[in-house]
């Protein structure tokens, strides 16, 4: 079946600092690929997305590419902020015939210090 | 638009007891999906309903289940409640044929 799997956390880093969260999926065919952010107590916002091979989502200086001779969706921002600690999930779309399902990853703790 | 709304928030409830959610999506949304979200087993898919059918469902006993209303508003239910139960509960909904879903903020459930 379909599976999401991102790197281990917690992040922790410097305010300023580069920040990569990998992500790489395995499907059947090649669904869209979402970055959701979790603050402490809410749902999941969503943060970007691309819907096809080589698409960039990028948003709030938030970036990832749709590679898919990797399959990876690896999320980057160039200078995080304190602001940006939260609970990050990568997910994927099912297409298809499987309605309304997307697949998460477990999900990376960023924690910025100032 | 406003966004996706639950109901309730937080709920606490005793084992064997039953519970309803409800959640209301984006104006003009027809597709619901629910996910239960616990620390150990992350993100899982509960089931989706589109116009007041259940097109898909995930591998949660029988104890769960839901329906959709003809104003797209959803509620699920979860009977004789177990401690395992306890969870944020989230709701999504999206546009027609579209995958991008949009979440409401939660119903945290502790089964006590």
């Known amino acids: 079946g379909d599976s999401v799997t991102q790197m281990e956390g917690p992040v922790t880093l410097s305010e300023e600092a580069f920040l990569t969260i990998n992500c790489t999926y395995t499907a059947t065919g090649y669904p869209s690929l979402f970055w959701y952010v979790q603050y402490p107590g809410e749902g999941l916002q969503l943060l970007l997305k691309a819907t096809k091979a080589d698409d960039k989502g990028s948003n709030k200086g938030f970036e990832a590419t749709y590679r898919k001779e990797t399959t990876s969706f690896h999320l980057e921002k160039g200078s995080v902020q304190v602001s940006d600690s939260a609970v990050y999930f990568c997910?994927?779309?099912?297409?298809?015939?499987?309605?309304?399902?997307?697949?998460f990853g477990q999900g990376t703790i960023l924690t910025v210090h100032p | 638009k406003a966004g996706v709304t639950q109901t309730p928030r937080y709920l606490i409830k005793t084992r064997g007891q039953q519970v309803t959610l409800s959640c209301s999506p984006i104006?003009?949304?027809?597709?619901v999906s629910w996910y239960q979200q616990t620390p150990g087993q992350g993100l899982q898919f509960l089931f989706e309903?589109?116009?007041?059918?259940?097109?898909n469902k995930g591998n949660f006993p029988g104890r769960f289940s839901g329906r959709q209303f003809s104003n797209s508003r959803s509620e699920m239910n979860v009977s004789t409640l177990e401690l395992g139960d306890s969870a944020l509960y989230l709701c999504?909904?999206?546009?027609?044929?579209?995958?991008?879903?949009?979440f409401g903020p939660g119903t945290r459930l502790l089964v006590l």
């Open positions: 309903y589109f116009s007041e059918t259940q097109r």
């Open positions: 104006s003009g949304h027809r597709s």
């Open positions: 997910a994927g779309g099912a297409g298809g015939t499987s309605y309304g399902k997307l697949t």
């Open positions: 999504a909904s999206s546009s027609d044929n579209q995958e991008t879903q949009y």
